[in-house]
C-alpha cells in the first residue's frame, strides 16, 4: 500500500496570477467584490483538484489568502484594531485596509505594518493585539467555509490554522495585556473554531506553530505547552477531531521533548532545513502518532532525489512504525510558482530538474508509492553533471585575498573627501530608485522582449521616461537624482537574465506579499558578467543633468537570497561568485563617470538563520565580506549607498555598520523609528537615510508628518549624518500620489535645513 502524503499549502496567486489581476481590478473599482470572490474561489477548487487527482492524503484548506494568513487569523479570532472598524467598511474592505492602508470617504488609516515571514522573501501582516480586544471565532468563519466549501467539490481537507503559539509571537502589544495574558482566551477562540469544524465533518485540524523553530526560551516554553495543554484537552473532549502541529523552516530541537509529550495525532516536522529534525525524530518519537515528514523542499525548484529520500525514510522506519510515517512538503508550496508546464522556452534538459507545486505533489505521490518506473527516471536525473561549470570563475574565486574585502581609506576619511566633493545641502534628499511603473513602461518592455519592436526603439522610450523623470527630480528639488528603473521589471531578474550561469523563467512568479509577485530566476551554473548591464541607462541619465546620478545595482546576497540558488555548492560560494560579477559592474560605472553608486542589499536580513546561535557562523561571516567584496575597489570620492528593505537590523547593527558603505537607506517608518535608539547606541558611522514615509501604500503623507518623523531622527542621528528619502522604490505606486508625496518630502527637509 502507498504511505500517506501531506501538503502543508498550496500557491493561490493563480497559475497566471489570476488573483493579482482581480485584485488590483477590484481596488480600481473595476470588478465587484463578488467577481473577485469567484476568482478566489476558482483558485481554491484548482489546487483542491490538483492535490486530490494525486491522491494526496491531507490536502489543506484555509491556506488561501486575499492578502495573508496572518491577516486572516487576526480576523478568524476578531483581532481586528477598532480604528479600521471604525471605517464602517464592508467586511473584506475591513480587511484590506488593515493590509495596505485606506484613504478615502471613509476615513484614512494606515495598513498594519508588515515583515519577512521567517527566513522566506514572503511577507506578513504583523497583527496588533489590544487589551480589551474581544477574542472570539465567529460561525461565519473562513477555516470553515473554506472547509465547506472543498466538502461540496466532494473533497476533504484539513483546516490549516497558524496556532496560537505562533500568533502571539509574533503579534504586537499596545498595552498592558501580554502574550500569556491572551491565552486563555486564545485557547477558547480555537476551541470554538474547531468545534465548528468537527460539526462540519472534519477528522484533522491543523495548527502552524512555525515559531518553533526559533530559539525557544524557558518562558516561551511554558506559554506554548500551558495553550496547547488545554487546548489539546479541551478538544479531544469537547471535539472529536485529531490534531495535527505543523512546523516548518527548521528544526524544533527546545520544545521536541514538550511537543512528543502533549498528545498530538500528527507532529509535522521539517527535514529539508532542520538541521536536527531527523537526530530529534529517531531518538524517540510517541507511538499511535503520525510523522509529518517534511522531505519535499517546499522552497526551491530543483527535483527531489528520490533515493536520497527514501534512505531517510528507510532509516526513520526502524524507529518508527511504517504506517505511521506521512511523506510531506517541507514548508507550504507557497514559496515555489505552480507548475513547469507554464514554462515554453526553458529546454528540457534543463526544465527536467525542476519541480514547482504541481510537480511537487506528483513526486510525493511517487515517493509514497514507490514505483520503480518513476525511480529509475528520477535517478537518471542525478547521474551526470546538472549545472554549468564555468573554470575561469573559479580561478578568479581562488585569486581573490584579504585585501579584497577591504576599502581603503577608512570611513572617516571618505567621508569628509566626499562631503567636499559634493557640497550637498544639509539633509540631502533622495529616492530609493524606481519609479512608478506605468503601463506604458510595462508595455514598452514587454513588446521589446516579444520582439514587436526594435532595440533602439525600446531604448528611445526609456530614455524619454528617464529624461522626463529627471526632468520632475529637479523640478521636486531632490538633490540626488535616479534614473527611475524603467529598464527593470524584478531588480533580481534583471541581474539574473544578464548574468551568465543563470536562467531566467518564463512564468516561476512567487507571491511576495499581497499582489505583489517576483520570478526569482534560477542559478544554473558558475555566475559571471559577460557584458555591462546597467551602464548605458547611467551613463544616459547622467548626461542628461548637472545634478549627481546615482547608479543603481542590486548586491550578491539580494541576488543570491532572491534567486532560487544551486544546491550543489555553497551559498557562500554562489554569493562570492555574483560579488565578482557586480564588482565588475560597480567599476565600470566609476569609469564612466558615474559618481554615487547604490548597492541594493534589500533581502540582506532575509536570510539570517532563524536561531541566533547560527547567525554569524552560518551567514553573516560570508555575508556582510561578498558586499564588502563588490566595492572594496572603487575611489575614495565615490560614494557607495546601500538599500535596505526593513529596519529589522537592531540585532545585527554591527555588522551592518560593517558592510562599509558610506550611506544606507532603509525602511523605517512602518517600524515606528525604533532603530534610531539602536543606531545612537551603537554609534552607527554610516550616514542614514531612514525612510520618511511608507511606499507600501497609496496615502500621501503630509508635510508635518514627514517633518515629525525627521525631528524624531535628528534626536537620534547627527545633522550631518541624516539624508531624506521615501522608505524603499516607488515601483509600484502611481505617478500622482508619487509626485505629492515627495513635494512635501523636499517641502519638510528645506523647512528643516532653515531651522538648522
Ligand atoms: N532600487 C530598488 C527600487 O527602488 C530597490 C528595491 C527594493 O529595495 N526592494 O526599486
Ligand atoms: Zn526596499
Known amino acids: 500500500m502507498a504511505a500517506k502524503t501531506s501538503v502543508i499549502g498550496f500557491p493561490r496567486i493563480g497559475k497566471n496570477r489570476e488573483l493579482k489581476f482581480a485584485s488590483e481590478k477590484y481596488f480600481k473599482a473595476e470588478i465587484s467584490a463578488e467577481e473577485l470572490e469567484k476568482t478566489a474561489e476558482e483558485l481554491r477548487a484548482y489546487g483542491w483538484k490538483k492535490m486530490s487527482e494525486a491522491g494526496i492524503t491531507f490536502i489543506p484548506s484555509n491556506d488561501f489568502s486575499f492578502y495573508d494568513n496572518m491577516l486572516d487569523t487576526a480576523f478568524l479570532l476578531g483581532a481586528i484594531p477598532e480604528r479600521y472598524k471604525a471605517l464602517g467598511l464592508s467586511p473584506l474592505e475591513t480587511y484590506f485596509a488593515a493590509a495596505h492602508g485606506y484613504q478615502g470617504g471613509a476615513g484614512d488609516v494606515k495598513a498594519l505594518p508588515m515583515k519577512k515571514w521567517f527566513n522566506t522573501n514572503y511577507h506578513y501582516i504583523v497583527p496588533e493585539l489590544t487589551d480589551d480586544m474581544n477574542i472570539t471565532v465567529s460561525e461565519d468563519n473562513k477555516a470553515l467555509s473554506e472547509f465547506n466549501e472543498a466538502k461540496s467539490l466532494g473533497i476533504k481537507t484539513v483546516s490549516s490554522v497558524i496556532g496560537p503559539y505562533t500568533f502571539l509571537h509574533l503579534a504586537t502589544y499596545t498595552g498592558e495585556k501580554k502574550a500569556e495574558d491572551f491565552a486563555a482566551d486564545f485557547v477558547n477562540a480555537y476551541v470554538q473554531l474547531t468545534k465548528y469544524l468537527s460539526a462540519a465533518g472534519a477528522e484533522w485540524i491543523s495548527f502552524a506553530e512555525p515559531a518553533l523553530v526559533f530559539d525557544v526560551t524557558d518562558d516561551e516554553k511554558s506559554l506554548f505547552v500551558s495553550i496547547y495543554k488545554k487546548l489539546i484537552a479541551k478538544l479531544h473532549s469537547d471535539a472529536k477531531i485529531k490534531i495535527s502541529l505543523q512546523t516548518y523552516f527548521g528544526d524544533i530541537r527546545d520544545v521536541y521533548k514538550e511537543v512528543c509529550q502533549l498528545g498530538f495525532d500528527a507532529i509535522g516536522l521539517d527535514f529539508v532545513e532542520g538541521k536536527k529534525s531527523f537526530e530529534l525524530a529517531e531518538s524517540s518519537f510517541p507511538e499511535n502518532t503520525l510523522l509529518l515528514a517534511g522531505l519535499v523542499n517546499g522552497k526551491n525548484i530543483w527535483r527531489a532525489d528520490y533515493q536520497k529520500k527514501n534512505e531517510v525514510l528507510a532509516k526513520l522506519s526502524e524507529k518508527i512504525e511504517k504506517d505511521n510515517i506521512v511523506i510531506g512538503t517541507s514548508c507550504s508550496l507557497l514559496h515555489v510558482p505552480y507548475t513547469t508546464s507554464s514554462e515554453e522556452k526553458l529546454e528540457q534538459n534543463i526544465l527536467e530538474h525542476f519541480a514547482y507545486a504541481e510537480e511537487k505533489i506528483i513526486e510525493l505521490k511517487e515517493l509514497a508509492s514507490g514505483d520503480t518506473s518513476a525511480f529509475e527516471a528520477n535517478k537518471k536525473l542525478f547521474t551526470g553533471q546538472r549545472v554549468e561549470k564555468d573554470e575561469s570563475v573559479q580561478k578568479a574565486l581562488s585569486e581573490i585575498t584579504e585585501a579584497d574585502f577591504v576599502r581603503k581609506p577608512d570611513f ?25 511603473q506605468t503601463k506604458e513602461v510595462r508595455a514598452n518592455r514587454a513588446a521589446y ?48 537574465s544578464q548574468l551568465k550561469g543563470y536562467i ?4 516561476a512568479w512567487v507571491q511576495s506579499y499581497g499582489t505583489r509577485c517576483v520570478k526569482p530566476p534560477v542559478i544554473w551554473g558558475d555566475v559571471s558578467r559577460n557584458k555591462p548591464m546597467t551602464v548605458e541607462w547611467s551613463v544616459y541619465a547622467q548626461s542628461q543633468t548637472k545634478k549627481i546620478m546615482k547608479g543603481m545595482l542590486t548586491g550578491p546576497v539580494t541576488i543570491l537570497n532572491w534567486s532560487f540558488p544551486r544546491e550543489d555548492i555553497s551559498l557562500k560560494e554562489q554569493t562570492h ?24 542589499e534589500a533581502a540582506l536580513r532575509e536570510k539570517l538563520p532563524l536561531r541566533h546561535s547560527d547567525w554569524h557562523t552560518e551567514y553573516l561571516d560570508w555575508a556582510i565580506p561578498a558586499f564588502r567584496l563588490v566595492h572594496s575597489k572603487v575611489q575614495p570620492q565615490t560614494q557607495i549607498h546601500t538599500h535596505m528593505c526593513y529596519s529589522e537590523f537592531n540585532d545585527i547593527i554591527r555588522d551592518i555598520d560593517a558592510m562599509d558603505a558610506d550611506v544606507i537607506t532603509f525602511e523605517a517608518s512602518r517600524a515606528d523609528l525604533k532603530i534610531l535608539d539602536a543606531l545612537k547606541e551603537a554609534n552607527f558611522r554610516t550616514e542614514v537615510g531612514p525612510g520618511v514615509y511608507d511606499i507600501h501604500s497609496a496615502r500621501v503623507p503630509s508635510v508635518e508628518e514627514i517633518t515629525e518623523a525627521l525631528k524624531k531622527m535628528l534626536g537620534k542621528v547627527q545633522k550631518e549624518k541624516l539624508w531624506v528619502n521615501p522608505d524603499c522604490g516607488l515601483k509600484t505606486r502611481g505617478e500622482e500620489e508619487t509626485v505629492a508625496s515627495l513635494k512635501n518630502l523636499v517641502a519638510a527637509a528645506k523647512a528643516l535645513r532653515a531651522e538648522a
Open 577 to 600: 561568485q555574483i560579488a565578482l560579477a557586480i564588482r565588475e559592474e560597480v567599476l565600470d560605472l566609476e569609469k564612466n563617470g558615474i559618481k554615487i553608486i547604490q548597492i541594493d
Open 449 to 496: 522582449k516579444k520582439g514587436s519592436i526594435t532595440r533602439e526603439e525600446y531604448v528611445k522610450f526609456n530614455q524619454k521616461k528617464i529624461t522626463e523623470c529627471i526632468k520632475l527630480q529637479e523640478e521636486l528639488g531632490l538633490d540626488v537624482l535616479v534614473h527611475g528603473e524603467f529598464e527593470r521589471n524584478d531588480m533580481v531578474e534583471y541581474f539574473g
Open 504 to 507: 531566467f523563467t518564463q512564468n
Open 412 to 436: 572617516a576619511e571618505r567621508e569628509k573627501i566626499q562631503h567636499e566633493a559634493f557640497k550637498l545641502p544639509l539633509f540631502p534628499t533622495t529616492t530609493i530608485g524606481s519609479f512608478p
